[in-house]
């Protein structure tokens, strides 16, 4: 049973433009989100998160929007750069310091 | 955040045999966790790490087969044991570095296990 998904295994985007990458969780119980970006041959690195008492949180090029209705959160990754082509993954928990359920991931390429 | 290292960074493995992975972080920190990343999929929790007492193991993984070990607040130990071809994963440990508002945890580079 897949608690976290990311139903686009890669996305594709040019230079500069918007990316926009989706999760959909199933538990209700969630009540934090992150996203991890990784490397090849690296560990996941920590990108941002968000509390669900919030609707949006926003650290530089990246913006996390949550939609609790919906079960649905996005990573808005604007202006995208060459070297944030990597895996990004969406991971949930429920409460604070507690195990991350993490979804399949999605390749991104930016081409420039 | 934490400076999260790994031992080794990969190792190439005969089956039936066992290998321990040491995980040392430069800082105390209140929760320690062991995920398995296998070859084109997602990463799953093993365990997580109890300072001075036995893990917890989630569904699937047990203590016969992935002995965990964590006799301080910077330090722990993952064995993989009798191994097996469908062992070969990236074996993560991650850290949650103290109490706070936040929920982040950070990872450690990986060990790349390869079971022949």
């Known amino acids: 049973d897949q608690q976290v998904k990311q139903n686009s295994p890669s996305l594709s985007v040019q230079e500069g433009r918007i990316s926009i990458l989706n999760c959909d969780y199933t538990n209700s119980m969630f009540d934090y989100f992150l996203w991890y970006k990784k490397y090849p041959a690296e560990g996941p690195t920590f990108l941002i998160s968000i509390s669900s008492i919030k609707d949006k949180n926003e650290d530089g090029r990246f913006t996390v929007f949550l939609n609790k209705s919906a079960k649905h959160l996005s990573l808005h990754i604007v202006p995208s750069q060459p070297g944030d082509s990597a895996v990004y993954f969406c991971?949930?928990?429920?409460?604070?310091?507690?195990?991350?359920?993490f979804g399949a991931g999605t390749i991104l390429r930016v081409k420039s | 955040s934490a400076v999260i290292s790994q031992k080794p960074s990969r190792d190439i493995c005969q089956r039936g045999t066992s290998l321990t992975i040491q995980c040392q972080v430069d800082s105390q920190v209140t929760m320690m966790f062991w995920y398995r990343q296998q070859p084109g999929q997602s990463l799953t929790l093993i365990a997580t790490?109890?300072?001075?007492?036995?893990?917890?193991?989630e569904s699937g993984f047990v203590i016969d087969k992935f002995p965990i070990s964590r006799p301080n607040l910077t330090f722990s130990t993952l064995t993989v044991s009798n191994m097996s071809p469908e062992d070969s994963s990236i074996y993560l440990c991650?850290?949650?570095?103290?109490?706070?508002?936040?929920?982040?945890?950070?990872f450690g580079p990986g060990t790349r296990l390869t079971v022949l």
């Open positions: 991650s850290v949650v570095p103290a109490p706070s508002s936040y929920n982040e945890q950070f």
């Open positions: 991971a949930a928990s429920e409460g604070h310091g507690n195990k991350l359920v």
């Open positions: 790490a109890n300072q001075g007492s036995e893990a917890t193991y």
